[in-house]
């Protein structure tokens, strides 16, 4: 793999901003627009589940096929394309044809977009900024934050605003942001695909299906990695069925209007902002284990708070807590992956996490919609408010400054701290 200098991370970077402002602005439409066609929870959270849905269907087959490809040229395309379908979606709304059934499918298909995108972009990191444990840990900072600052501060009040005053707008400025970033992803100089040592010992390739049970066989094994995986798979599967439908109690025990939602998804994101700026300093005075266990516990108390909480501004202020806390787990454990796993599987392992961090969410989209439902719209928030610290705790005894250092050790890395 060709590693390219420091204006490919620029680009990347730069990509990365402009096409979260217009997922902020989307994200907040999104459910505003569904809200507005059925008050329904459970059907209100399938726009949620399909989304998702692709992690857990093509999750393992894009890291795969990213491990093969140039993964450079999988994600200006795949924005091209998405710029496509999100206009596709603004023209329906316009001419008032939108439908859950219609959210649904763009969701899917966006979805699908997403599992190639997000993981090329973290596959190909290590090859834009090394795989030195501090500048991944900076780079990742970086990512996070701008990601933050434009999809989760910017664009949601943005996106509430726009959808109270016309409709399909928020969906074009979306499809604005996906040709922009196609187009620095494009422009950033290097290869990203394997290299020729990468291949089979005889120089042909095997078989897909061989290639994605290596990434797994190699996650299965790695114990830190593959209890860190299994944590935040039940985690996103509780943590989910609050988000899918957030924007209805937002609106019915909050009393927000589309604005108001928009403020809302605001106040993680200026908790995520400060995480950011912390996380990797966090490391040396805290320790990686204790962050990525004690930021689940303190991000679930947050959110159970939250599911007791009838006030919009302290409901705001327990939102910035889960988002520091999100963005500082996020940031240590993003960082420690590409560390510790080879490159030639770093797209694989990474859809194999995602299978279970990110392919619980449709799971918990529904749980969600059906807890709503039965139990009243605060039953998702309080449910994982409890269980996530328990499952935190279960994890210690593969989760510790000691198995960290070991697995270091054993990926011939620093000890760290």
Known sequence: MKVAGGSGFAKLWGATAVSNVGDGVYATALPL??????????????????EWLPWLLFGLLSGALLDRWDRRRVMW?????????VGGLALAVLMDRASIALLAAVGFLLGTGQTLVDTGAHSILPALVSRDAQRLERANGRLAGTQIVTQELAGPPVGGLLFSLTAWVPFAVDAVSFAAGSA???????????????????????????????????????RVLRATAAMVAVVNLLAAG??????????ERLGLDAV??????????????????????????????RIIVGAMIVSALAFLAFGLSSDPRLAGVLMGVVGFMTVVFNVVVGALRQALTPDRLLGRVISAFRLFSYGSVPVGSLLGGVLARSFGLRAPFLVAGIVIPVV????????????IAEARAAAGLEPGP
Request: net charge positive; proline share 3%; hydrophobic share 55%.
């Open 77 to 85: 395309t795949v924005d091209a394309a998405r710029f496509a379908i």
């Open 33 to 50: 627009l569904a809200a507005s066609l059925t008050r329904d929870p459970l059907l209100v959270s399938l726009v949620s589940f399909a």
């Open 184 to 222: 620095l992803v494009a422009s950033i100089r290097g290869h990203f695909g394997p290299a020729t040592g990468e291949l089979g010992s005889d120089g042909r390739r095997t078989t897909l299906r061989s290639e994605i049970a290596e990434g797994l066989r190699w996650l299965a094994a790695h």
């Open 392 to 403: 935190a705790l279960l994890c210690l005894p593969a989760i510790n400054t000691r198995t």
């Open 260 to 289: 108001g939602f928009g403020l809302l998804l605001s106040g993680s994101a200026v908790g995520g902002v400060l995480g950011s700026l912390v996380a990797a300093r966090s490391v040396a005075v805290v320790g990686t284990a």
């Open 242 to 251: 609050g988000g899918a439908v957030m924007v209805l109690f937002a609106q």
